[in-house]
């Protein structure tokens, strides 16, 4: 059987499909407000990383899903980034995986059977590797493929880490380097060379379970994942549901060499101009920004780094936990600190 590219089947991928942040917005605010009961710790309120329901003094249930179009060509790899990518929302909770659901669609007529199976091979190996079980799901035939989990998970509800419990003061700590978005667009356009390739899959098949220490962490107050949105794009939603704003210099950002150069050439996703159009409004650069470095802070990630406040006391253990566990360009990039004027924003400055 000849090799086949999945990326020929999509019109995107990854988490560069997701709905732009400003229509999300809009449609979000048309829908209506559903029952809301007093174990719901977490629901849709601040765009947080996923669903969180008491079940008992010390335990909560951790609900998430996440899937979309293939981001590689490879299936293989294509299962094991999209699961990866859907367990991250439970770490960036503090929580710990318990099982998955495979939610699977296939356009039937043009993939043969082993081209498929080897998608969900890739990510049951994931799950595996996270200690859990695929325990079902659902399957459809479509037009693109797509390929996602359910995921479930169990945290104490006192180690909830949500998005809007930051706290002025707070020093904001990346844990995986950005670019991932330009390295995707540089595979569609046949310019990225296997040493890229190779970075590309390894950063997007690492498994954030870091998250699950970070959140026993004393001073750690807020996590989320850096996805299709971006890294401004998910600051601002951790500004936001914390009335803050951040400071992020740009000095200190890890960045991928390869994208980089990739995005100087313009080498970049659509995704990173419907980022920018949806919340371009609420972020500043302190001495104008060049283009590339807009698409980059704007760059989809797929299966992004944990974007982490905490205390200023709390860093060292912070980097500390991020390293040990194999992320070797975590870093402390910027800062949180109260709102001035009434909208939240994220500043980005030189150094």
């Known amino acids: 059987m000849e090799p086949i590219a999945l990326t020929q089947f999509s019109h995107g991928g990854g988490c560069g499909c997701k709905i732009a942040p400003g229509l999300l917005a809009e449609i979000l605010a048309r829908a209506p407000q559903g029952l809301v009961p007093p174990e719901l710790l977490v629901g849709t309120e601040t765009s947080d990383d996923a669903a969180v329901y008491r079940l008992n003094d010390s335990q909560a249930l951790v609900a998430t899903t996440d899937f979309f179009t293939p981001i590689v060509d490879d299936p293989y790899d294509f299962g094991r980034i999209a699961a990866a990518n859907a367990l991250s929302d439970i770490y960036a909770m503090g929580g710990t995986p318990i099982l998955a659901l495979a939610l699977v669609g296939m356009p039937i007529a043009k993939l043969p059977p082993e081209v498929i199976g080897r998608v969900l091979e890739g990510g049951a190996s994931i799950c595996r590797e996270a200690g859990i079980p695929i325990a079902g799901g659902h399957s459809i035939d479509v037009l693109e493929p797509i390929y996602g989990l359910v995921g479930l998970g169990l945290v104490h509800p006192d180690r909830v880490r949500r ?3 930051a706290q002025a003061g707070d020093v904001l700590v990346l844990g995986k ?3 991932v978005g330009v390295l995707s667009a540089a595979l569609r356009k046949g310019l990225l060379d296997a040493a890229g390739h190779a970075e590309m899959i390894r950063l997007t098949t690492q498994l954030n379970r870091v998250g699950t220490t970070l959140a026993s962490l004393p001073g750690v107050h807020a996590m989320t994942d850096v996805t299709g949105f971006g890294l ?6 951790i500004c936001r549901g914390s009335t803050l704003s951040a400071e992020v210099r740009w000095a200190d950002l890890p960045l991928i060499d390869t994208a980089v150069a990739f995005a100087k050439q313009g080498v970049v996703t659509g995704a990173s101009a419907r980022n920018w159009n949806g919340y371009g409004a609420n972020i500043d650069w302190a ?7 807009r698409d980059l802070a704007a760059d989809p990630q797929t299966s ?17 936990a991020f390293h040990a566990a194999g992320f070797d360009r975590a870093a402390a990039i910027g800062s949180l600190h109260a709102n001035a004027a009434a909208n939240s924003t994220v500043r980005f400055v030189d150094r």
């Open 232 to 237: 401004a794009g998910h600051l601002l939603e």
């Open 304 to 320: 992004g780094g944990l974007l982490v406040s905490c205390s200023v006391d709390a860093v060292a253990s912070v980097l500390g």
């Open 163 to 165: 998005n809007a419990d």
């Open 177 to 179: 380097p950005l670019g």
């Open 287 to 293: 001495a104008g920004e060049a283009g590339w470095q």
